[in-house]
């Protein structure tokens, strides 16, 4: 919370003037601090961190294996003045309107994270399970590490299930940005929990191909839950 007195330990951060409130940008910096955000009033909530292995479950096991698989946070890529650091400052991902954007890595998942702490501040003061929404159930029975041959048709069996019996809405999709190949791929039925992918005829050896299956219910606040398959490509 915004000017709660609280703060990871003094003098450890000086991103981390959260705790306080009453100073002006110009205040805080005489004070030692990095103003990088817009201050707000006391009170004011910041949500990071609270919900990333809840949202995106399977993805903690695709995540350790490189900071470039990123998720709510964003990716990372080595700096180019330090080969030993791995940063998401000047890394881009392809905003909605088709332009590069150095914040989309985390921005396109801000709507699902915000609205998950939502629904988790709304169980906080429900009795009854069955009168909150909950986020649904995905998973991918087929296995979310797969290797395939160009030209290779990989089966993809999504697994869904919604607590509170609500409709779902399933999209699968390409992370591009976190592929290390760099063409497209589709799958054949984006819309289907049974469907295929066919690894394009020109993507190396070696090479890895993101796919996310995004599940979203018709709940009140609607509630998203995605799990990511990496399709490394094999020798013909």
Same mark, same amino acid.
């Given at each position: 919370?915004?000017?709660?007195?609280?703060?990871?330990?003094?003098?450890?951060?000086?991103?981390?003037?959260?705790?306080?409130?009453?100073?002006?940008?110009?205040?805080?910096?005489?004070?030692?601090?990095?103003?990088?955000?817009?201050?707000?009033?006391?009170?004011?909530?910041?949500?990071?961190?609270?919900?990333?292995?809840?949202?995106?479950?399977?993805?903690?096991? +695709?995540?350790? #294996?490189?900071?470039?698989?990123?998720?709510?946070?964003? $990716?990372?890529?080595? &700096?180019?003045? !330090? =080969?030993?650091?791995?940063?998401?400052?000047?890394?881009?991902?392809?905003?909605?309107?088709?332009?590069?954007?150095?914040?989309?890595?985390?921005?396109?998942?801000?709507?699902?994270?915000?609205?998950?702490?939502?629904?988790?501040?709304?169980?906080?003061?429900?009795?009854?399970?069955?009168?909150?929404?909950?986020?649904?159930?995905?998973?991918?029975? +087929?296995?979310? #590490?797969?290797?395939?041959?160009?030209?290779?048709?990989? $089966?993809?069996?999504? &697994?869904?299930? !919604? =607590?509170?019996?609500?409709?779902?809405?399933?999209?699968?999709?390409?992370?591009?940005?976190?592929?290390?190949?760099?063409?497209?791929?589709?799958?054949?039925?984006?819309?289907?929990?049974?469907?295929?992918?066919?690894?394009?005829?020109?993507?190396?050896?070696?090479?890895?191909?993101?796919?996310?299956?995004?599940?979203?219910?018709?709940?009140?606040?609607?509630?998203?839950?995605?799990?990511?398959?990496?399709?490394?490509?094999?020798?013909?």
């Amino acid at each position: 919370m915004w000017g709660d007195g609280k703060q990871m330990a003094a003098g450890f951060d000086s991103e981390d003037y959260f705790g306080l409130s009453g100073y002006t940008a110009d205040q805080l910096g005489a004070m030692g601090f990095g103003v990088w955000t817009p201050l707000q009033p006391k009170g004011v909530w910041i949500s990071e961190g609270l919900v990333q292995l809840r949202i995106a479950p399977g993805q903690r096991t +695709t995540q350790l #294996r490189g900071p470039f698989f990123r998720w709510l946070g964003g $990716r990372q890529a080595v &700096n180019p003045a !330090d =080969p030993f650091q791995w940063r998401n400052r000047g890394v881009q991902d392809i905003g909605p309107d088709g332009q590069p954007r150095t914040d989309y890595s985390a921005a396109r998942w801000f709507e699902d994270f915000q609205l998950d702490f939502a629904a988790r501040l709304q169980w906080s003061v429900t009795p009854k399970y069955k009168d909150a929404n909950h986020e649904p159930r995905v998973s991918v029975s +087929t296995g979310i #590490r797969l290797s395939a041959a160009p030209g290779e048709r990989v $089966r993809l069996v999504g &697994n869904v299930h !919604d =607590p509170d019996g609500d409709e779902l809405n399933i999209k699968w999709w390409q992370y591009r940005e976190a592929d290390t190949y760099t063409g497209e791929a589709s799958v054949e039925d984006p819309s289907g929990t049974r469907t295929w992918f066919r690894v394009p005829t020109d993507a190396p050896a070696g090479s890895a191909i993101h796919l996310i299956v995004e599940v979203q219910d018709d709940g009140s606040p609607s509630m998203t839950s995605h799990q990511r398959v990496v399709v490394t490509v094999a020798s013909d």
